[in-house]
């Protein structure tokens, strides 16, 4: 018997392509159409956003805790979050919360450990890049990081908020993206991390000048490992 993963998702492509995730390469692990039993909550983004723009993440908490119930209500072993910035709560979430949580930077930083990467630029909503949610997590670990200049924050930004989040991928947004990541080689980055759980859809390998560290898929992979033991 699997476990049951509990999905608290926040932006629906990114909770999308990690539910997906689960669901396809669960076969890999468990037969042919097999995969752990999901169950998935989402509140409206905008609900989320209302609290990340002013900085309330005591409300973004509460939201994440109102959606983690809500899964183990109906059976969930553990919760998995497929969104990076709401990740600047995790800490007042899993105080509460009635099961365990997988983290995602954690599995992120896990793999570039893995790998043996010793500098990663880090890319995802302005929130995420200026906040204290990877710094922290590639810290203990014993890998840097670096993030692009401000001017690129905000149109990394822009990109993920209006297009991103709507399924809107275009080759304007991929080129402007591998530019980004080009000057992030320059500047010593040895890999890149997708750290909003949308730009996997816009940006892949090959796409990419440094080798990418895809939170979305990395997290989901986790949960399946976690679920199937």
């Known amino acids: 018997m699997s476990k049951h993963i509990g999905i608290v998702a926040c932006s629906a492509e990114g909770a999308a392509l990690c539910y997906r995730t689960v669901c ?3 076969a890999n692990v468990m037969g042919r159409h097999g ?10 983004l905008s609900e989320y956003m209302r609290y990340i723009e ?3 993440w005591e409300g973004v908490a ?6 983690v119930a809500k899964v183990a209500e109906v059976g969930a072993d553990f ?4 969104d990076n910035t709401i990740h600047q709560a995790f800490d007042l979430v899993v105080r509460d919360s009635p099961i365990p949580w997988l983290h995602i930077a954690e599995e992120v930083a896990a793999e570039a450990k893995r790998q043996n990467h010793k500098y990663l630029g880090v890319l995802g909503t302005r929130f995420l890049m200026e906040g204290p949610v990877y710094p922290a997590k590639l810290a203990a670990v014993g890998i ?3 993030i692009p200049e401000a001017e690129d ?7 993920i908020m209006d297009e991103l989040v709507y399924g ?8 402007y993206f591998g530019e980004v990541i080009a000057g992030l080689k320059n500047q010593g980055c040895d890999a890149v991390v997708l750290g909003c759980t949308e730009i996997p859809l816009l940006v892949t390998q090959e796409d990419s000048p440094l080798p990418i560290l895809d939170s979305t898929r990395l997290l989901a992979r986790a949960a399946l490992k976690k679920a199937t033991g």
């Open 54 to 56: 002013v900085g309330d």
């Open 24 to 26: 396809i390469e669960g």
């Open 153 to 159: 924050r905000e149109r990394i930004n822009e990109i």
């Open 168 to 175: 809107l991928f275009s080759s304007e947004a991929r080129a």
């Open 79 to 82: 919760a998995i979050c497929p």
């Open 144 to 146: 840097e990081h670096r």
């Open 35 to 44: 995969h752990p039993e999901v169950t998935m909550h989402t509140f409206p």
């Open 62 to 67: 509460r939201l994440m805790l109102s959606s």
